[in-house]
């Protein structure tokens, strides 16, 4: 597998810049999850990279080899890139097997060496059994996996993937979860994954690129990009939470959880940072802490998710084991918050 090296890539459709300049590096048999909203240009930035669009500016290589650069541009069939779509896009008169060697086919790979490959390819996405089958007779997440492996046929260097769980029901998106993780085990191959689930990128990617509106806003591991959001934009988008203003303190100040209480419980004419909380991080207690009245409490399965209002006006979230009632007078005590970067 290779490295793949993404540099000041922009893509501008009429007068709508997609993508904004965008530098990445993936190394090689990384899994990366391009994660963000619908219209953030993840899909067309996955697009360049395959060649299926042709950048307005910008450079990409594999190994230190042109795919896109000043008067360089590699066709989809030569970069060694595979893609798996959003639609499985299988060919209903042909078999399991016939789909998956397909692509061999076209390359005009025969005989043995053919055999062999879709074998493999097979073997590698577990559907040996199933290689005579039609894909009419096959579930969301069998044809899938039959997409995966013609894909993988044709000995890619990047795997490229366009929201491949968007249509299945939430059962089985879980499980073709751990088809992908236990298929990037095996073959440790370099995978690029389109996505704007956040549960997705989280339990999939080694690597998390959160990109709006063209730009990437931060890229880190699954604990990174949720345990310290850079601003209020991604706090808002990851996970769940709320934004708060405090007074001002300075970047280098621990925000203890004594001074949290004090900074929190300021009159907001006196606040001019901004701090994210965490519902997990926020305790509700009848004897310490800040004084809160319920707003909100929403029955999630296995807790509560309970939303308060401080006597200063502010909301913040909290995770209770029995229900509150609407009005209810009671205190909490926050734990941990992350000061924002950009929220002077």
């Known amino acids: ?37 619908s219209g953030s240009g993840k899909s067309t930035l996955l697009r360049m990279l395959a060649g299926f669009e042709n950048p307005t500016s910008g450079r990409i290589y594999l190994a230190d080899q042109p795919l896109h650069a000043e008067g360089i541009h590699v066709p989809p069939e030569l970069r060694k890139f595979g893609m798996v779509f959003q639609s499985y896009a299988l060919w209903p008169h042909m078999s399991v097997e016939e789909n998956i060697g397909y692509p061999l086919r076209v390359a005009g790979i025969k005989g043995d060496e053919k055999r062999l490959r879709i074998k493999r390819a097979l073997e590698t996405v577990q559907l ?36 491949p769980l968007a249509n299945l029901d939430r059962h089985l998106r879980a499980t073709m979860e751990e088809h992908f993780r236990s298929f990037h085990q095996r073959t440790g191959a ?48 990851i996970g769940s939470g709320c934004v708060l203003k405090v007074p001002v303190v300075s970047d280098q100040d621990v925000l203890t959880a004594e001074k949290l209480q004090v900074l929190l419980s300021a009159k907001l004419s ?8 965490r519902p997990q991080f926020v305790v509700i ?15 999630k399965g296995e ?10 006006g502010q909301k913040i979230q909290s995770y209770h084991q029995r229900p509150l009632n609407i009005g209810a007078k009671t205190r909490v005590f926050i734990h941990q918050a992350k000061l924002l970067e950009d929220a002077r």
């Open 270 to 277: 006196e606040c001019s940072r901004q701090v994210f909380i």
């Open 1 to 37: 597998m290779a490295h793949l090296s993404i540099r000041n890539l922009s893509k501008t459709f009429v007068d709508q810049q997609v993508v904004n300049d965008i530098s990445l590096e993936v190394k090689a048999g990384e899994f990366v999850a391009l994660l963000g909203p």
């Open 128 to 163: 040996e059994p199933l290689a005579k089958r039609d894909p009419s007779s096959l579930s969301g997440g069998q044809r899938q996996r039959v997409a995966l492996a013609r894909c993988l046929v044709t000995e890619p260097q990047v795997v490229l993937l366009d929201e």
């Open 190 to 237: 370099t995978m690029i994954y389109v996505t704007h689930d956040q549960g997705e990128a989280m339990s999939l990617a080694d690597t998390i690129v959160v990109l709006n509106q063209g730009k990437i806003e931060q890229t880190g591991s699954a604990q990174q990009i949720y345990g310290s959001p850079k601003n209020a934009w991604l706090a808002g988008f």
């Open 285 to 299: 207690s009848n004897d310490q802490g800040l004084e809160a009245c319920v707003c909100a409490c929403v029955y």
């Open 303 to 312: 807790r509560y998710e309970i939303s308060l209002k401080l006597l200063n």
